[in-house]
DNA sequence: GTAGGGTTAG
């Protein structure tokens, strides 16, 4: 191994360097002294004045002088002055020390001036630890994850030991999981594991790549850390929708004495948002006011009350948000959309294009959302063919898809084909299951069996295409098909996902399933839920069991219907909360026509205020109508 | 002289 004879030169060659380096910390003159005092007092100007002088006297200063001279630039944002620096150094055969080196690197960096930072960074004699780092920092910082977890190899071969500043830059940079195992196994080697920075990072980058349990394992190892380890493990799981772990994480971060900041608030709150808990989610604003500036947190207060289906108090927030940003604007207008409230959602966006920021990719989604949902087929043409021009965003496979999706709700089959064949992107799964929810929306046979037949060539065990096809062919009142389709499905291990729904009464989230008699108040859910449909009939609604997707006879079929688990959740809501107040319930799967119209026939009949959020959009239900204008 | 956590769609 020539390893070592090497290390040895190159430290051989530094420690020569470092005496020569050394030479002009003799005779220091007074400008030294002048130079200090100007960069103390941070004044550029006299301090490049200082420097001009020193350099027609032809004397030097000390490299602590210049290294708080290039802080003075840093202070300044001065790039020119800095650069003047930077040759001030290397000028008259001087050879400055590795130390000086990195500030001037740290300069480049920090002007976002990589190009020079790795120009300077080559030509170096000699690298330190801080000098690698420096530049696996910046890397990591610009997302150019590669060319970091490059320089962690080449540290490596040069012999340089990393330290828990280097893995906490290059674990930002990981993208493998075979990578960060054996970063993992480094950090544990050289036993930096409780570093407080590095043990952060490593949940984060488990986080990333959806290695939940890892993470945590990194978690529970923590014998002492910082309130920044809590965040990383409780945004973890509010990211990956695991509201209820977060939310717990969240409590024990209390319990062991550290109190919630900006970021922990962001995560409780996106915590809320995912699991519907508005009451939470307002306990949770109370904290928020203690950092009103904050514009993410903001943001995602924002979007829980969109997300809650309570658009009085979004609106109130967006409204006196100051220095909205792009995310704020395009959460406000898919929040309004999803409520069902479009034009609101397209006249936000008009004032957005007057006086608000350049709308991105995300605020396209929006737009396209609220065209689809209110059935506003040609103005989605237009933005949707606009995008490009007037904002220089190409349409991605989420517009496609909004698209299909508008076009599909029109009963725009044909068109939606074309689309299809036009599109810049091969249509995957959810094109064609978009296609195929169309058909069995407008009743189109052929097409819906073309549209699962791409299905099942992408992905044999897609549910979506089964129980769609099954819809289609129960439509169809074609049993025989249906039977088939679910022959298929059982050969091939696939279940159906059971409709659930959930409401929150007392900080206690209570879930109902279709038929569920778990429910400690089965009864007398049952015995209300009987006695609305009777007053119900007698008012006219009758069960309509095209929405009962197996051949069971018409009473049965009935049964199967009134228990469906949103109307479960609807008579609950009733009896536990007073009339004013909103009942809201979230559910798994989209709501079903029949539910939908008994939602709407009781909030008459009882005055109340119903919402149902569903995996795409919400249901106001009030006075007999629905928010959606029953296109969904 | 070098390092960690939070927001919009699906």
Redesign the pocket.
Known sequence: MKGVPMRLVLLGTALSRSCSCGAFQHNMPPETSLLLSHCYNRDLPRAMQTLDTMERRGVWADAIAY?ELI?CCLAHKAVKEGKHVHHHIFSNGYQPK??L???LL?MY?KFNLLEEAQILFDKMPER???????MI?AY??VKLNDRAMELLIFMLRDGILP???????V??ACERLCDLTQLHSSILKVGLES???????L??AY?KMGELLEALGVFREMVT????????II?AF??HSDGDEALSLYKSMRRAGFSA???????V??AC?SLSLLELGRQAHVHVLK?DQ????N??LL?MY??CGSMEDAKFIFNRMVGK????W??MI?GLA?NGYSTEALNLFDSMKVSGPRP????I??VL?ACSHAGLVNEGWYYFQSMKNLYGIDP?R?HY??MLDLLGRAGKLDEMVTLIHEMTCEPDV?MWRTLLDACRAHRNLDLATYAAKEITKLDQHDTGAYVLLSNVYANSKRWDDVAEVRRTMRARGIRKEPGCSWIEVNNQIHAFIVGDKSHPQIDEINRKLNQYIRRLTDAGYVPDTNFVLQDLGEEQSEYSLRHHSEKLAIVFGIISFPREKTIRIWKNLKICGDCHIFAKLVAKQEQRHIVIRDP?RYHHFQDGICSCGDYW
């Open positions: 290294s802080k590795t130390f080196i990195n500030t740290n960096v330190n630890v801080v000098s690698w780092t420096t920092s990591s910082y330290n828990m500043y280097t893995f906490s830059s674990l930002r570093d407080v920075f590095v043990r952060s990072a949940i984060d986080s850390g910082d309130s920044v380890v809590w965040n990383s945004a509010a990211q900041d900006q970021s922990t608030l962001t995560s709150l996106r948002t950092f904050d514009l993410i947190l943001n995602a979007d969109c997300k940003d792009v995310i704020s395009s959460t898919a999803q991105n990719y995300i605020t989604l929006g959302f991605g989420e898809c909004c959810v795409i």
